[in-house]
């Protein structure tokens, strides 16, 4: 995109995957953020030739999440690259904790890795020949990170905030609630920046910032007024995540699936007090009234997948 520097290529990516951020740095590279586990050749395969014959030196991550660690290993494994992760993280990767990892609980999966270093909020670093300010955006992921250039005004928030939206809150669906305050906080802050473009973790890059931090405050907003609502709209998401992985589930099977998957069966009860199959009925029934998966011989298959 030609709002960004030379030195940067975006490697947009779907929703399974995270977006993949490479910085050119003479004859070594820089990547933010590695995909999910079932895309890593594709993201091995992608990143090499964004390196365009450079040496892939670093791996930084924004934040936990399986769909932007799921490469670390193989990257890791094939280009011998440092990692750094946000702090907060750390302990939760050391121990390769699946449960502070979300993927017992959402029932994804990573491969576990080593890392090198680890970033806090307020550091500098250098990406791409540009000075980097790491800053705390806890509230989809309490321990995130974004990584914003004032000098170029650009901000890599992460999955903090989309161009319509952010990510789920986790915290508030395992029950608690310093999630919505801190996204708050952190739109709050993110809206201070001078950004001339956003990277976002999925989507294309883009540069109405000030109108992006609208809606997703817009969003919050209406959150925070109705848990359900949030509870709903996390539900579709983490529905439609888990189809874009499995590609296709029996729809009489699916009821089943949530009442097997911690986040599935707690929330349906911490939230809607009901059964899980009911939940898993209804969310089925709106994702594909909205377009969003599609009903094919019994089975629910994730649109384009
Ligand atoms: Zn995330």
Redesign the pocket.
């Known amino acids: 995109m030609s709002l960004l520097p030379e030195s940067i290529r975006v490697i947009e990516r779907g929703w399974l995957s995270a977006n993949n951020i490479v910085f050119h740095e003479g004859s070594s590279a820089t990547l933010v953020d590695s995909g999910y586990l079932t895309h890593a050749a594709e993201t091995l395969a992608l990143v090499d030739r964004a390196l365009e014959g450079r040496t892939l030196a670093r791996l930084i991550n924004t934040?936990s999440?399986s769909?932007?660690i799921g490469g670390n290993a193989t990257l890791r494994r094939v280009h011998g690259c440092r990692i750094l992760v946000p702090e907060g993280m750390a302990p939760a990767v050391a121990d390769w904790d699946e449960d502070a990892l979300l993927l017992t609980t959402a029932h994804q999966q990573a491969e576990p890795f080593e890392f090198d270093a680890t970033l806090a909020p307020g550091d500098a670093l250098e990406m791409g020949g540009l000075v980097w300010q790491a800053l705390p955006v806890p509230g989809?992921?309490m321990h995130a990170l974004a990584y914003y250039c004032a000098t170029e005004r650009i901000l890599i928030p992460?999955?903090a905030l989309w161009r319509d939206g952010f990510?789920v809150m986790f915290a508030e669906l395992h029950g608690d609630n310093s999630g919505l305050p801190a996204q708050r906080r952190t739109l709050e802050m993110l809206r201070e920046l001078d950004v001339a473009v956003v990277i976002p973790?999925h989507g294309a890059p883009f540069a109405d910032h000030a109108a992006a931090v609208d809606r997703a405050l817009a969003r919050l907003a209406a959150f925070e007024q109705s848990p359900e609502r949030m509870a709903k709209s996390a539900m579709k998401a983490l529905f439609t995540f888990t189809l874009l992985e499995k590609r296709r589930m029996k729809r009489a099977e699916i009821g089943g699936y949530f009442g097997q998957v911690a986040i599935f069966r707690d929330v349906s009860k911490r939230f809607f007090g009901r059964e899980p199959a009911a939940v898993a009925a209804q969310v089925i029934d709106e994702l594909v009234k909205a377009g969003i998966l599609i009903e094919q011989d019994g089975d629910i298959v994730a649109r384009g997948h």
Do not use: K, L, V
């Open positions: 934040h999440h769909d932007h989809h992921d992460g999955d990510g973790g």
